[in-house]
Structure formats: structure tokens, C-alpha cells
Nanobody
């Protein structure tokens, strides 16, 4: 069973950057499509970005398009989220998630492995 651990969260000023990492255990990491989600206080968890197994396809929420970049390194069992030009509304707990399959899916229910989350706080 795949296990996921996020890191890289923290406090940053608006306009700054952070790079989140998600470390996966298990030899089948390359067979999973990966996604990043986030949940702000009082709000539902939402899709942020996703990447296919071979990195051939990526998909972003409109709110982060052009500012965030998702990538993965299958040799290292890692997926990353580079976040630039951060805004206070990006403040949330960010989760890494995995789903077996080819397609990048935005629906939370399609992901069956989740990390514990990492807090990102953007000050104005």
C-alpha cells in the first residue's frame, strides 16, 4: 500500500514562493496518477493540480494556473508543487493524493491514498 508524506509548508509573505514535496513509499509509485489538493479554514477541500504517471499530462485549477507547477520524479518516488506569486487566499492545508489509473482527475473521491497535509500560510 502506498503511503504519502508531505513537507515544505510554512509561512511566506504575499508574492513569495514555496516548494512542497510529497514522498511516497512503495515500489508502485509510478503506476499512480498524483494530485495536490488544499483545504482552507471553513471551506471544502479543493483540487489544485494533477500529474499523470509519466508526467505527460498536467492539469491545474484556474485559481493557480500560471503560478503553480506540479512535477514528479518516479525514480525518487516524489511529487512536487512549486508555488510562486503566492497570495493570502492560497493559505490552506495542502494534501498530496494518489489514484491508480491513467487520467488526471479533479474529483477528490477518485483518490484513495492521502498524505497528512502540510500547512501553507501566506501573509499580506
Amino acid at each position: 500500500q502506498l503511503q504519502l508524506v508531505e513537507s515544505g509548508g510554512g509561512l511566506v509573505q504575499a508574492g513569495g514562493s514555496l516548494r512542497l514535496a510529497c514522498a511516497a513509499s512503495g515500489r508502485t509509485f509510478g503506476s499512480y496518477t498524483m494530485g495536490w489538493f488544499r483545504q482552507a479554514p471553513g471551506k471544502e477541500r479543493e483540487f489544485v493540480a494533477g500529474i499523470s504517471r509519466s508526467s505527460a499530462s498536467t492539469y491545474y485549477a484556474n485559481s493557480v494556473k500560471g503560478r503553480f507547477t506540479i512535477s514528479r520524479d518516479n525514480a525518487k518516488n516524489r511529487v512536487y508543487l512549486q508555488m510562486n506569486s503566492l497570495k493570502p487566499e492560497d493559505t490552506a492545508v495542502y494534501y498530496c493524493a494518489a489514484r491508480p489509473g491513467i487520467l488526471v482527475i479533479t474529483a477528490e473521491k477518485e483518490y484513495d491514498v492521502w498524505g497528512q497535509g502540510t500547512q501553507v500560510t501566506v501573509s499580506s
